[in-house]
């Protein structure tokens, strides 16, 4: 939160009109719990299908990582009147985001992650989502354009993304403010104490 204050700051100072605001959609039942959960599994079960179709053999086990395999066996136990149950709720839930934008805002600044980057294998399979999902998948699902920015850094010199979210059809909006906080906040020669 930090992070996001200290760019709210930052684009006071470049010009820009800042307050606090959020889409209602991204509160109460979104849908990015189980329903996304069901159209994920779902989905990666109809990609191998489409894959083994348009190589001409069948996709194993032995193609494709262990989780994917699991997510995608645990997406063909789901019927299709739970796919459309689940595509239903986004629809009514997330989905509705892009309306916060019909009141007049050309950005929403958001943290890119829940906190500061964990180490690699720190976090259990089953939690990535809300690890590295819960600011920018409600995004993923709108088709929304986004850019995760490194304009903060912890104490232990670890960059922290902030997320820029536009309209649709905004990305212009979205490169030209994202070009003026890099030239006011460079971080191309940052680098954190250990990196590959």
């Excluded at 939160?1 to 820009?16: E, F, Q, Y």
């Excluded at 890119?112 to 399979?125: D, E, H, N």
């Excluded at 920015?149 to 670890?158: Q, V």
Aim: aromatic fraction near 8%; charge should be negative; include cysteine.
């Amino acid at each position: 939160m930090a992070a996001v204050r200290d760019t709210g700051r930052l684009l006071t100072t470049l010009g820009h009109d800042v307050e606090e605001s959020f889409p209602p959609a991204l509160t109460g039942p979104t849908g990015l719990g189980l329903a996304l959960h069901i159209i994920s599994a779902s989905g990666t079960a109809a990609q191998l299908d489409a894959w083994s179709e348009r190589t001409g053999r069948t996709i194993t086990v032995d193609d494709v990582e262990p989780g994917t395999w699991a997510r995608a066996e645990e997406g063909r136990t789901f019927s299709a009147v739970q796919v459309h149950a689940a595509v239903k709720r986004l629809v009514a839930g997330v989905c509705r985001a892009p309306e916060w934008w019909h009141g007049g805002f050309d950005l929403l600044i958001t943290p890119t992650m829940q906190q500061p980057p964990p180490r690699i294998g720190a976090v259990a399979p089953d939690q990535l989502g809300g690890v590295f999902g819960l600011f920018t998948m409600p995004f993923s699902i709108t088709g929304q354009p986004a850019i995760s920015l490194p304009l903060h850094w912890s104490t232990k010199g670890l960059p922290i993304g902030v997320q820029l979210v536009a309209d649709y059809g905004r990305e212009d909006l979205l490169i030209r403010v994202a070009s003026q906080l890099e030239a006011a906040r460079p971080w191309a020669a940052r680098r954190p104490p250990l990196y590959a």
